[in-house]
């Protein structure tokens, strides 16, 4: 049987642009959707055999979805697309991804026949399968991710990523039931691991969602 892939990307630009690469290469794409609404139609009526989804940052979770159709369809492959080595950083974790997942750094995805390669490969799992990385050239600022977003714990991330959100200090405390003082001394420990450095001249809060939105892959202008 070939793969038959439903492609689901929340942004337009890349939607098209991994959609049509795929299709040159003979890929037969038989749907690609940016909300889980359209997904889930577009995947009960094609009848895909390989998910093809990016872990964007967005309201709606890619994974959610993923385990939405996984739930519908036990044996379809499941490629998910990261721009960071650490997903916690989209507020997910490894243990909860679909079994038999395959994770792909976008960054180390060279070629479209890579791509390719992994979306035929994630039909090939048991039950119970661990999700995967599908390895490549990981380069030295992968490395550099891996080693460095390691050193934060998960009550830092979501710090991090709550800050990222635009939420204040005493927000963020009364979703955690501790003080306001209590998010800045781990925001002060996040920064010092990031090795983020007091300036006057920039704002401390400015540079750490900066430094979460390089980390995720995302635009800091």
């Known amino acids: 049987m070939s793969d038959r892939v439903l492609v689901i990307i929340d942004d ?44 964007h940052k967005t ?9 939405a159709i996984r739930k519908e369809a036990p044996t379809i492959g499941v490629v998910i697309l990261v721009a ?4 916690r950083l989209f507020g997910e974790d490894v243990s909860s991804l679909p079994s038999g997942s395959l994770l792909v750094l976008k960054s180390t995805i060279n070629t479209v026949n890579a791509l390719c390669d992994a979306i035929s490969a994630s039909r090939s799992f048991e039950p119970d399968t661990p999700v995967s990385w599908v390895n490549g050239g990981v380069t030295l600022h992968d ?6 977003m390691s050193k934060l714990s998960d009550l830092q991330i979501e710090t991090l990523r709550h800050v990222a959100n635009g939420l ?7 979703l955690r ?5 209590a998010i800045e001394q781990i925001l002060s420990r ?3 691991t990031l090795n983020i450095q007091p300036d006057h001249r920039k704002n401390m809060r400015v540079q750490l ?10 635009p800091t202008h």
């Open 12 to 55: 337009p630009f890349e939607l098209s642009s991994v959609g049509a690469a795929l299709k040159l290469h003979s890929v037969d794409v038989v749907g690609e959707a940016r909300k889980k609404s359209a997904a889930i139609n577009l995947f009960r009526s094609m009848q895909p055999n390989v998910l093809l989804i990016d872990m």
């Open 59 to 67: 309201n709606e979770s890619s994974i959610d979805i993923a385990i």
């Open 84 to 87: 960071c080595a650490d997903v």
């Open 143 to 148: 490395k550099e991710s891996r080693s460095l």
């Open 168 to 174: 204040t200090n005493a927000e963020i405390g009364r």
């Open 177 to 181: 039931f501790v003080s306001e003082k």
């Open 190 to 192: 996040v920064a010092i």
């Open 209 to 218: 969602i900066n430094e979460y939105l390089k980390w995720i892959g995302a």
